[in-house]
């Protein structure tokens, strides 16, 4: 939790904050910066020269919901734009049941599923499947006004300022300071520098294991029962 004298502290040191990557993982930390220093202006860079829809594929929110949803602007948009998620299968590629859980029924009978807000007031249990790009435009939708969001923006790199803070250098040669700056561009983005790896990191779970799974924007088939 963030007190106000940490805000106050926290506020006389950092004024600015310059964000790399407009993905969710860059808007949910903007919207934590203004609930948490209201008084700090905050700027997001993107790449990309749009937002554009239908780009990525779909996440599966459980605690995540349940963090954003102590926002009840955010808690009612992920509850239009989500699928709620009731049950989760999962089959061997011949048909062969490993897991068959009713996932609604074990989050509620949690205890501690209503203290931390996996489950609503009414019952409800906030665990959802959304489209990437539909997270996004309620992350978007959810900005406040000292927030600006910058498009068509690529960085290079992030380099150390004179006098203190951070610089971001765009592909352009151009450099923008701020106070602090936070890298959201995933793990090959320009902000890890020489630490980025060749290529994306593959987890090898054994020969003749292949896991496939994917979140549709609507509803397509029933399971095989």
Do not use: H
């Not at 049950?87 to 209503?114: E, F, K, N, Q």
């Not at 890298?183 to 294991?209: F, H, N, W, Y």
């Amino acid at each position: 939790a963030t007190t106000r004298a940490t805000r106050t502290r926290a506020a006389a040191v950092v004024n600015s904050i310059g964000i790399v990557g407009s993905g969710p993982a860059g808007l949910s930390l903007a919207i934590a910066i203004e609930r948490a220093l209201p008084d700090v202006d905050v700027t997001i860079f993107d790449r990309s020269d749009a937002c554009r829809p239908a780009l990525g594929g779909g996440v599966q929110l459980n605690s995540g919901a349940a963090v954003l949803s102590r926002d009840p602007k955010l808690a009612a948009a992920l509850a239009a734009r989500g699928q709620p998620v009731r049950r989760v299968l999962s089959r061997t590629t011949d048909g062969a049941a490993l897991l068959d859980l009713a996932l609604a029924d074990a989050i509620r009978g949690d205890a501690r599923a209503r203290k931390t807000g996996l489950v609503d007031d009414a019952g409800g249990v906030r665990a959802y499947t959304i489209m990437r790009d539909a997270l996004q435009a309620v992350l978007r939708e959810a900005l406040g006004p000292r927030t600006a969001l910058e498009l068509d923006a690529p960085v290079s790199t992030v380099r150390a300022a004179n006098g203190g803070g951070a610089e971001i250098v765009f592909a352009d040669g151009t450099a923008r300071r701020f106070d602090l700056v936070a890298g959201c561009d995933g793990v090959r983005g320009a902000t890890r520098g020489s630490a980025r790896p060749p290529a994306e990191p593959l987890a090898v779970l054994g020969k003749r294991i292949r896991i496939r799974w994917g979140v549709a924007a609507t509803a397509s088939r029933r399971p095989r029962d």
